[in-house]
């Protein structure tokens, strides 16, 4: 996952943080593809909704997996919408008219996380900005990434 998010974070100019010594706990069992899918679309939104704010990647190892974590300083997700904002098709309010993406990247990171045996979630940053945090359990049913 580490490369991955190497990888997929160069995309976008995001830094990547792990911590010291544990790059060999960074294996999942999953499928590589969709992996990077869910790493594309985390990292695509923060691009095109933190107003230009840095954009930052976690991994943090878990006993039995993965905490990723994806975090802007940009405006966030306003309260009222945060709970739909992994529906299929749903975009925030004012999004509609910028003709970028038609709501399925984080329906679809959701649904790619809870397939490799975890979740995904919206957090707000303690003094503003997005963290969206998806773990990964290991013992998923394909391929190492």
């Keep these: 996952m580490l490369a991955l998010a190497a990888e997929e974070a160069a995309r976008v100019g995001a830094e ?3 911590p010291d010594g544990r790059q060999a706990a960074a294996q999942v069992s999953g ?15 923060a691009r095109r ?3 230009g704010t840095p954009i930052s990647v976690s991994l943090d190892p878990l006993p039995d997996g993965l905490r990723l974590r994806v975090e802007d300083a940009g405006p966030g997700v306003p309260q009222a919408e945060q709970a739909r904002i ?4 749903y975009r925030p309010r004012g999004t509609a008219e910028s003709g ?7 329906a ?6 809870r397939h490799h ?10 003094g503003g900005g997005a963290c969206f945090e998806v773990e990964l359990r290991s ?5 190492t990434a």
Excluded: K, Q
């Design 108 to 113: 679809l990171v959701r649904r790619i996380a």
């Design 16 to 18: 990547v943080h792990w």
């Design 139 to 143: 013992g998923a049913p394909h391929t």
């Design 31 to 45: 499928d590589a593809r969709m992996l990077r899918r869910l790493l594309r679309n985390l990292l695509e939104n």
């Design 100 to 106: 970028s993406g038609i709501g399925l990247g984080l």
């Design 117 to 126: 045996g975890g979740d995904a979630r919206y957090l707000p940053r303690p």
């Design 86 to 89: 992994f529906e299929p098709f």
């Design 49 to 51: 909704y933190a107003a």
